[in-house]
């Protein structure tokens, strides 16, 4: 078996045949379809089960835990390929997506391979986000690179790389289940410590659909909740898991400093204060100044302080809970 796909599947009857329909017609036709039902209560099992009975490649898993973490890990479980790619049931891919993800996987010393993807909202194309131009990187450098800056173009994502099952299993990798934001890029640090290049498509292989309805915009509906939160001890694991590298830790330190300074500017926005006073984000607030963070201005300064002072006290300078 050369490909295994891994796909957590939840409530995704409007998108799905779309997404199979896709990943069926791949040029590439030596992989296994794992679609990991993670408790649907629509019509996505008839689906899935449709599609079952008329390609052998196509498997149905289930996972009674919640969350796409845990739904992937049941997935690597069962995988049998050589390479292994984890996709979203509401996408869809090119004809050429494994084909190609492959073909820059059997390059000397090429660990993973990273593709560029186009972004649609409401069946319209409103961004196209390419991989670098080289052709290879150092896995250190891009690591670096995408704990940069939240200014930076992201690329922490999952779903537009391959990985080498082989390293998976000896690093005994599974996906965090605990937390619900930055999974993703702690699963590729700990994959990338050590490795040695990624190899950088840079056609547009991977459409990435933004949904009103998705999972992570069903979290957004106020600020803030303990889901969210789960970005800042995921930031922590990954600042463990890059403690030999003082080049990458320091990048990821200034970058989990960034992104708690983000979340608490939204909580002290926010007009219900009270449920802040006991959130998972005030134990990081007393350790903040370890992380060494330089304000960029006198604004972010203020609000370095506004923070470390909800640490302790769980008030932020005149809101307090009730």
Not at 9 to 36: G, K, P, Q, T
Not at 224 to 240: C, N, W
Request: aromatic share 12%; hydrophobic share 40%; net charge negative.
């Amino acid at each position: 078996m050369k490909i295994s796909i891994v796909v957590p599947v939840w409530n995704l009857e409007h998108y799905l045949e779309e997404f199979l329909e896709s990943v069926l017609a791949s040029e590439e036709r030596d992989f296994e379809l794992l679609l990991v039902d993670n408790g649907s209560t629509d019509g996505t099992a008839n689906i899935i089960e449709s599609y079952v009975a008329k390609d052998a490649r196509v498997q149905k898993l289930f996972c009674l835990k919640k969350g796409a973490a845990a739904a992937r890990n049941v997935g690597l479980e069962q995988a049998k390929g050589r390479y292994v790619v984890f996709l979203d049931g509401d996408d869809t891919i090119e004809k050429n997506y494994l084909s190609l993800m492959v073909k820059a996987m059997e390059k000397e010393n090429i660990s993973m391979a990273d593709c560029g993807y186009i972004t649609q909202y409401q069946g319209e194309v409103v961004d196209k986000t390419s991989a670098k131009t080289v052709e290879t990187e150092k896995a250190r450098s891009f690591l670096i690179s995408i704990f940069a800056d939240d200014e930076h173009e992201y690329d922490g994502f999952i779903w537009n790389k391959i990985f080498l099952k082989d390293v998976i299993e000896k690093k005994h990798l599974r996906f965090h289940e605990e937390f619900s934001f930055n999974e993703d890029r702690l699963f590729l640090t700990e994959y990338l410590m050590g490795q040695k290049d990624v190899a950088m498509i840079s056609n547009h292989l991977y459409h990435y659909r933004v949904r009103d309805d998705s999972a992570m915009s069903a979290t957004r509906e106020y600020f803030a909740s303990e889901q969210e939160m789960t970005e800042i001890p995921a930031f922590d694991e990954i600042r463990k898991a890059t403690e030999a590298d003082e080049e990458i830790h320091k990048t990821v330190c200034r970058n989990m400093a960034y992104a708690q300074l983000r979340l608490f500017k939204r909580m002290v926005d926010d007009k219900q204060w009270a449920r802040y006073r006991k959130s998972l984000l005030r134990k990081y607030a007393r350790n903040f100044g370890k992380l060494n963070y330089q304000p960029r201005d006198k604004q972010e300064a203020r609000l370095c302080l506004r923070y470390v002072f909800y640490g302790w006290t769980g008030i932020s300078y005149g809101k307090r809970p009730v």
